[in-house]
């Protein structure tokens, strides 16, 4: 039996510049966190010739081609895994339309685990082009990269797509000091929406050509980002976190709904100095910037406030027995 760990990850700025249609012709650049909460993916050796796979639903089948979940079948394929294995996958959070990488993060972790399912080592790099080559090039799934790196190596990212389809994963290193104060001057809430990233990120690419200045200038914040989390400048990054969203929303009349719109400005009117919705957006969860001061007056969003702490580790094997 072999059990591996693959963290959940919220995007700060930059996000939508790792979709292929821009970065392979502008390269792209965005900064983002691995959280502590985590998919687990559970694979066991079955007593019978059978493939079992049970997530929010359970699949007993005799073939890899009647798997129905596509990230499990694909999986096996890669893998040359055929009959005779268990697959069980739980999470902490709803793993479903909630624009924390869930999808990614699940299939980073299987990957993880079915290489050691067969002895084999896998690099964190390894994990993550994996997926992205099943999800992207087999399964011809919109969206782009960030998830399947942040899952597989976790900690705070300046992530560099280029256009030779290279990565630079460049790490933020925080003092426990500075990692604390950041972490207390933020708030992280569930808006209680889930939907169809995909539907999202297919209109984002149609319409790349006509909102490439606010691409542009999303990548670029980035930077100023990256610096400001070095400075511990509360002030500078709900700014920059203000400006990105404000740009992000311009990209597809998706992303924001005026249910998401009045919450974000009350947020504001409460003392937040800036937010995102995380992922795609559309629903799921809002991280916002606010000194710690003030975070109770969040209360008034009537929403679900998840707490959490940042992960450094990434995608890692917690259990291995015969």
Do not use: C
């Not at 012709?25 to 998919?39: H, M, P, R, V």
């Not at 687990?40 to 493939?51: A, C, G, L, R, T």
Request: net charge neutral.
């Amino acid at each position: 039996m072999i059990i591996t760990k693959t963290p959940l990850r919220i995007g700060f700025v930059g996000g939508g510049t790792d979709i292929p249609a821009y970065y392979k012709k502008y390269t792209g650049s965005l900064i983002s966190a691995a959280i502590n909460k985590y998919i687990y993916i559970i694979v066991n050796k079955k007593f019978d010739s059978k493939i079992r796979v049970s997530y929010s639903t359970t699949e007993i089948v005799d073939t890899v081609d009647q798997i129905n979940h596509p990230s499990v079948r694909e999986a096996m394929k890669l893998l040359d895994i055929d009959g005779g294995i268990e697959i069980l996958s739980i999470s902490d959070i709803p793993s479903q339309g909630t624009g924390l990488g869930s999808s990614s993060t699940f299939l980073v972790g299987l990957l993880n685990a079915l290489h050691a399912y067969k002895s084999e080592y896998a690099s964190k790099e390894q994990l993550a082009e994996e997926a992205i080559k099943i999800e992207r090039e087999i399964l011809k799934e919109a969206g782009g990269k960030q998830d399947q790196y942040m899952a597989a190596y976790g900690g705070i990212n300046l992530l560099t797509f280029n256009e030779n389809e290279s990565v630079f994963v460049n790490p933020v290193s925080l003092d426990i000091n500075k990692l604390e104060k950041l972490k207390s001057n933020m708030a992280f809430f569930y808006t209680g929406i889930s939907r169809k990233s995909s539907h999202i990120h297919v209109d984002m690419e149609k319409k790349i050509s006509n909102n490439l200045d606010a691409y542009h200038k999303m990548k670029g914040l980035s930077t100023g980002f990256y610096k400001a989390l070095y400075d511990n400048d509360i002030n500078k990054l709900g700014q920059i976190l203000n400006e990105n969203w404000e740009l992000k929303k311009s990209q597809s009349e998706k992303i924001s709904t005026n249910f998401i719109d009045d919450l974000y400005k009350k947020a504001l009117s409460l003392g937040a100095l800036g937010g995102n919705l995380i992922g795609a957006g559309g629903g799921g969860f809002f991280i916002f910037i606010i000194d710690s001061e003030n975070k109770e007056k969040l209360n008034a969003l009537n929403l679900r406030e998840i707490q959490f702490d940042f992960d450094f580790e990434g995608s890692r094997i917690i259990y291995v027995s015969e």
